[in-house]
Antibody, heavy 125, light 110 residues
Framework: EVQLVQSGAEVKKSGESLRISCKGS????????ILWVRQKPGKGLEWMGR????????DYSPSFEGHVTISADTSISTAYLQWPSLDISDTAMYYC??????????????????WGQGTKVTVSS | QFVLIQPPSASGTPGQRVTISCSGS????????VYWYQQVPGTAPKVLMS???QRPSGVPDRFSGSKSGTSASLAISGLRSEDETDYFC???????????FGGGTKLIVL
């Protein structure tokens, strides 16, 4: 079974650093991009960035560039989302998702086909 | 705030057919597939519709998707009480180089 399993909930203080993880299993981890998505309480989904585990190339939504870092370790099939310094506004649920992409009858597809269960991050002052 | 525009809520009675719209632009819906996710509060989004109108295995055929130009729709027929939850649309955006989402629609079954 293809699945992504995320690390557990975190409670942190403003200014602290944090790294959460997303471990893939049941497929070749290096062959699919991993995306990170934020969901603030009661709000919608926001794409944060993505990483190609095969070469660790990553890019970010302008809204998150410079505030978080996405990395991956293919030896343990795990992707990471990291904050050097948390802010109260980072309180949210964070999801990783696998991106399956390719050509389909002349159209390029970007399927976020498998999602992690989410990691809740709570930041207080 | 969200690139794709969805109505904040929709409603219907059991057995009815309801539709949820999703409006975008040429750089996202107009040039890429649309995806729909169903999310029960407190759980991860579940893929409800893939590539505009493809139902993943296990999704009832009461759910259908369509796309026209820069807009898309999710239709739910034979509405059931368990359909009452949140629905999000998404598409790749060529200008952004990433995924854009709608703000979500809360479906209420009266």
């Amino acid at each position: 079974e293809v699945q992504l399993v995320q690390s557990g909930a975190e409670v942190k203080k403003s200014g602290e650093s944090l790294r959460i993880s997303c471990k893939g299993s049941g497929y070749s981890f290096s062959r699919h991009w991993i995306l990170w998505v934020r969901q603030k309480p009661g709000k919608g989904l926001e794409w944060m960035g993505r990483i190609d585990p095969s070469d660790s190339y990553s890019d970010y939504s302008p809204s998150f560039e410079g505030h978080v870092t996405i990395s991956a370790d293919t030896s343990i099939s795990t992707a990471y989302l990291q904050w050097p310094s948390l802010d109260i506004s980072d309180t949210a649920m964070y999801y990783c998702a696998r991106l399956d992409s390719g050509w389909n009858f002349g159209n390029y597809y970007y399927d976020m086909d498998v999602w992690g269960q989410g990691t809740k991050v709570t930041v207080s002052s | 705030q969200f690139v794709l525009i969805q109505p904040p809520s929709a409603s219907g009675t059991p057995g009815q057919r309801v539709t949820i719209s999703c409006s975008g632009s040429s750089s996202n819906i107009g040039s890429n597939y649309v995806y729909w996710y169903q999310q029960v509060p407190g759980t991860a989004p579940k893929v409800l519709m893939s590539r505009n109108d493809q139902r993943p295995s296990g999704v009832p055929d009461r759910f259908s998707g369509s796309k026209s130009g820069t807009s898309a729709s999710l239709a739910i027929s034979g509405l059931r009480s368990e359909d009452e939850t949140d629905y999000f649309c998404a598409a790749w955006d060529d200008s952004l180089g990433g995924v854009v989402f709608g703000g979500g629609t809360k479906l209420i079954v009266l």
